[in-house]
């Protein structure tokens, strides 16, 4: 096992990054509460984080939120920018749980995977968003904990279903372990 950063992993935080961004501008959907969108990017995050693992995961959160605050909003905000982040790490932790590249991608795996995430968007974004909201911008309780409430909600459901769907799809693309046999 290689210790460190490999190549593929740094072509797949930029790669990563830029969609995690292009998805943030483009494929997103007002909530009706204000500065917080349905986004589409939480998914792809979560597929990234289980094939790249927790440091690809997190800087792809992390760098690709703080880059889409500077380029929507014009200042980022970093509460929200580290959740991303912690939310790319958590997951990214069961990656090892979830042998993705044997081809596999079943019931235990689905069930694994929308616990990691499910436990990782609740704790980032009910819980560490809206107290980071209030600790560093001294934001009123009631609004930044409905603002996390809703964005969590919204990527759970996000990473749940179409999350679950690409991993679904990669795992297709992967040959299973046992695919070949000797015939004699």
Do not use: C
Not at 147 to 170: E, P, R, W
């Amino acid at each position: 096992m290689s210790r460190g950063i490999t190549t593929k992993t740094i072509v797949a935080i930029g790669i990563g990054t830029a969609v995690f961004v292009i998805l943030n501008r483009f494929a997103a959907i007002p909530t009706g509460v204000p500065n917080t969108n349905f986004q589409t990017s939480y998914a792809f995050l979560a597929l990234m984080a289980i094939l790249f693992g927790p440091v690809a995961g997190g800087l792809i959160g992390f760098i690709g939120h703080a880059l889409t605050d500077a380029i929507v909003w014009g200042s980022v905000w970093w509460s929200w920018v580290i959740v991303s982040g912690f939310v790319g790490v958590v997951i990214g932790l069961f990656a090892n749980k979830i042998n993705i590249e044997d081809g596999t991608f079943g019931g235990k795996e689905i069930f694994t995977f929308n616990i990691a995430q499910v436990v990782a968007q609740a704790v980032g974004w009910f819980i560490v968003a809206p107290v980071l909201d209030i600790l560093i911008y001294a934001e009123p309780a009631n609004k930044v904990f409905l603002q996390g409430i809703v964005a969590g909600a919204f990527n759970i459901l996000t990473a749940g279903v179409l999350g679950t769907l690409l991993l679904v799809a990669y795992a297709k693309t992967r040959s299973k372990s046992d695919s070949l046999d000797l015939d004699l």
